[in-house]
């Protein structure tokens, strides 16, 4: 509640001094006023203002009492300009709460190969990614893409649509070192998720299982994952008879075991599903980002309807409200 309302748009002053003015003017009104009842304040006198008021020239109260609530309001606007008011208004860059996720995607030569679907593996793997990062609007993502080496494609975000663009546009020829080192993926994806503030950090690696470059192994990465309290869950890419190339998925199933997560197949709409589900079950975050205050100064829409009253008070007091006695 009390955040809901220091996000409520506020009016700061930057000359404040100014609205003393107010009890003068409210002074002056009521010495005007007073002069008024008393039959002092200056007037053309005609012989015969009773003849005037039966030939209908006489204004109705509310008309006669207008120049002079027109004149007031002018001050008064005037004064409130003088002031240097400020709209503030307080936002956050993005406000959700969710989980972060890094979508690790193998990119290695093996991803290339075509399997019984007719695309290759790193466009099923795109695929999925894609859906994953379309369907988790309340959740920050980051990419890690690795073969031979890794590296950082995008950090945590919520903002998807560029997320989902860079997944789109992924390819081979980012990274040119040879081999799939799924162990330093892992590594790099837990590096970015250390400094995270939500409750829930997981990691979803998509490859097709088969290690063999980088410095450590998967499994002790998952166990070093593990330990700073990050799930992985990972997601098998072609198919296990595959002639070329078959897909580990015991590998996969070891990493996914040793870090709390879950094996699914990438390929497999009912795995895709469960796995999606068993993620969107975890235990939310609030997640805000840096807030920002945005200003905007008042003076000029204060002032010019003030110039404008009095403008239009002068017009009415010398032309149609022209008082006579």
Known sequence: MQEWISHIPRIEL???LWLLLLPLLALAAWWMRRQE?????AAVT???????????????????RLPEWLRWTALVLGVAAMTRPQLVVKQTVAHSRGIDV????????????????????????????????????????????????GYTLSPLTLDHRVTGMLIDNVSPDVIRDEGTAVGTAVLIAVNRLRASQSDQKVIILFSDGVSNAGEIDPVTA????????IRIYTAGAGSASSASSALDEGELRRVA???????????????????FESIDRLEKSELTSPVTSNKSGMFVQLLLPALFLLLFEA???????????
């Open 257 to 275: 075991l040793t870090a709390g997560g879950r094996y699914f197949r990438a390929g497999t709409s009912a795995s895709l599903a469960e796995a």
């Open 46 to 64: 005609f012989p015969d203002v009773e003849r005037l008021r039966h030939e209908g020239l006489e204004a109705p109260l509310l008309l006669r």
């Open 102 to 149: 890094i979508l690790a995607l193998d990119i290695s030569e093996s991803m290339q190969l075509k399997d019984a679907g007719g695309r290759s593996r790193l466009d099923a793997v795109k695929s999925v990614a894609r859906e994953f990062v379309t369907r988790h609007s309340n959740d920050r993502i980051g990419v890690v893409v690795f073969k031979g080496k």
């Open 14 to 16: 930057d000359e404040p």
């Open 222 to 229: 998952a166990s070093f994952a593990a330990a700073q309290g």
């Open 315 to 325: 017009m009415l007091s010398n032309t149609r409200l022209l008082r006579v006695p």
């Open 37 to 41: 009842q008393k039959g002092r304040v």
